[in-house]
C-alpha cells in the first residue's frame, strides 16, 4: 500500500512538472486542465497496472554516472562509424554477436538493450532467452567489450537496488 | 562571453551538420539494410544532439531550454527502440544480415 502511495506521488509530480514545463502558463484555467489530465493519466496507468516504482535513491547517483559515460562512448563511435561510412567498401566488416544478459529487472534489460542500440556500430536485433542478439558494424572485438563493460556497469547500478 | 558562446554554437551546428550529412551519405553508400541502420544511428545520436545543444546555448536559461531537453530526452529514448524495431522487423520477414567473415591472416 506504502509502495503504491508512492509510485501515485511520483508520477503525479513527474506529470504536474511535464505539464507546468510544457505550457508555461499559471492561469487558473491552464493549472485546472492540467490538474484534470494528470488525474486522468495516473488513474489510467493505475488500471493499466504502470505504476510500479522501481526508482531507488541509489539509482539517483548511479544512472547520471552511467548516462555519462555512456555518452562518451556513443560519441567515440560516432567517429569510429562515420570513419567507417568513409573509408574503402572493402574495409568493412559485418558480424552477429550473441551477449549474455544477466540483468534481472525488465528496467536493466531494457537499459542494457537500449544502450546497444544508442551506440552507432551496435543494434540489437533479437533477444533470445537470456541473450541478446547484436548486429556490429565494425570490430567485433570492440563490440564484445564495450557489451560487457555496459553490461558490469548496468549490473553494478541494479545491484545497488 | 557572447562571442565565445557564438563561436562555441557555431562548432557544434557544424558538428552536427557534418554528422547529419555522412550520416546520410552512409545510409546511401553502405550495402545491406541492417548496417545502414548504423548509419542512421549516427543522425540520430551526435548529429541531432550536437544541433539541439547548439540551439540550447542560444536559448539561455529559458522555457525554451526546457522543451529542448526534452526533445532531446525524447529522440535518445525512442530512436534506439525504433532502430530495434525495424531490424527485428527484418529479421522475423527471413532477411538475415549478410556477414563479412574474417579473412585469415595466418595461413596464406
Given at each position: 500500500m506504502r509502495a503504491e502511495i508512492a509510485a501515485i506521488a511520483l508520477t503525479t509530480v513527474a506529470l504536474s512538472s511535464l505539464w507546468i514545463a510544457l505550457s508555461g502558463y499559471f492561469n487558473t484555467l491552464q493549472l485546472c486542465l492540467g490538474a484534470i489530465s494528470v488525474v486522468f493519466v495516473v488513474w489510467l496507468s493505475a488500471r493499466l497496472d504502470l505504476?510500479?516504482?522501481?526508482?531507488?535513491?541509489?539509482l539517483l547517483l548511479g544512472l547520471p554516472r552511467y548516462h555519462a559515460w555512456l555518452a562518451w562512448q556513443v560519441i567515440k563511435s560516432n567517429f569510429q562509424v562515420a570513419a567507417i561510412i568513409l573509408?574503402?567498401?572493402?574495409r568493412m566488416r559485418r558480424t552477429v554477436l550473441r551477449m549474455l544478459v544477466k540483468q534481472q529487472t525488465a528496467v536493466g534489460i531494457a537499459t542494457y538493450a537500449n544502450s546497444i542500440t544508442l551506440t552507432?556500430?551496435?543494434?540489437?536485433l533479437d533477444a533470445e532467452g537470456d541473450e541478446l542478439i547484436v548486429h556490429v558494424l565494425g570490430r567485433k572485438r570492440d563490440a564484445n567489450v564495450l557489451g560487457m563493460e555496459m553490461h558490469d556497469r548496468i549490473a553494478r547500478i541494479e545491484g545497488s537496488l | 562571453m557572447s562571442l565565445a558562446l557564438d563561436i562555441a554554437t557555431g562548432l557544434l551546428l557544424v558538428l552536427g551538420t557534418v554528422f547529419c550529412l555522412i550520416g546520410a551519405l552512409g545510409i546511401l553508400r553502405l550495402p545491406d539494410y541492417f548496417s545502414r541502420i548504423h548509419a542512421a544511428g549516427l543522425i540520430e545520436t551526435l548529429g541531432s544532439v550536437a544541433i539541439l545543444a547548439a540551439l540550447i546555448l542560444q536559448a539561455g536559461l529559458s522555457m525554451t531550454t526546457v522543451k529542448l531537453l526534452l526533445i532531446l530526452v525524447f529522440i535518445l529514448t525512442t530512436s534506439p527502440t525504433a532502430s530495434h524495431a525495424l531490424a527485428r522487423a527484418a529479421l522475423h520477414d527471413n532477411y538475415r544480415p549478410p556477414i563479412d567473415e574474417d579473412k585469415p591472416t595466418s595461413n596464406n
Open positions: 505504476l510500479v516504482n522501481e526508482l531507488r535513491p541509489s573509408a574503402p567498401r572493402s552507432p556500430g551496435t543494434v540489437t | -
